[in-house]
């Protein structure tokens, strides 16, 4: 009996020692199994970051750190967004942003409008956007409707035609009751569901 217990400690306390090496060579053997699910796990690791930020968070990191360029593609032309490369359209993060709450976003957004703080948006061919106006792009893209298509703002788009767009934004942002149009235009149709 006693014999048989030294035997069974003896197994147990080898068994263990032997076992210590066995998830180095376990982990190196699991590297060389393809992992079907592979560039979907990267893809997620990649976009994790972005995903847990705060909407806020979020724009901050868009428009002040990683910046690009609009290049015309804030616009929709008859009916489509204009692409272009866009910066808008083209970033990953961007899709992350677009893809929360179209309300939380409207509401964030609208609190932009006043703020003129330059960011590192450009606007081909003009200049980089403050973040008020990028906010207007942005409102563009989830509404689908440019700003100086809203019928309170036709007169001056009738008079100006095509010229800079920039510039007039610009102008609509700075007065307070222009300003005051556009935000209640986009807080209408946002109340009317029309996201």
């Not at 393809?34 to 990191?61: C, G, I, N, V």
């Not at 036709?154 to 942002?173: I, R």
């Amino acid at each position: 009996m006693r014999a048989l217990l030294l035997l069974l400690l003896f197994t147990s306390i080898t068994s263990c020692i032997g076992t210590e090496s066995t998830p180095k060579e376990a982990g190196s053997r699991l590297e060389l199994v393809p992992e079907p699910d592979r560039e979907l796990r990267l893809e997620y690791e990649r976009k994790e970051p972005f995903l847990a930020m705060s909407t806020d968070s979020l724009w901050q990191y868009l428009v002040f750190e990683k910046g690009g360029c609009l290049t015309g593609g804030q616009y929709m032309v008859e009916g489509q967004r204009d692409n272009r490369n866009c910066v808008m359209t083209a970033a990953e993060e961007w899709e992350i942003f677009f893809h929360r709450s179209q309300y939380e976003l409207t509401d964030l957004l609208l609190s932009k409008l006043p703020d003129t703080a330059t960011t590192s948006i450009h606007t081909c061919p003009f200049f980089n956007a403050s973040e008020g106006e990028v906010a207007v792009y942005a409102l563009q893209r989830i509404y689908e409707t440019n700003w100086f298509d809203f019928e309170v703002f036709q007169p001056y788009q009738d008079s100006v035609g095509e010229g800079n767009h920039q510039a007039w934004l610009q102008t609509v942002l700075q007065e307070k009751a222009p300003r005051a149009k556009l935000r209640n235009y986009w807080a209408g149709l946002a109340k009317n569901g029309k996201i």
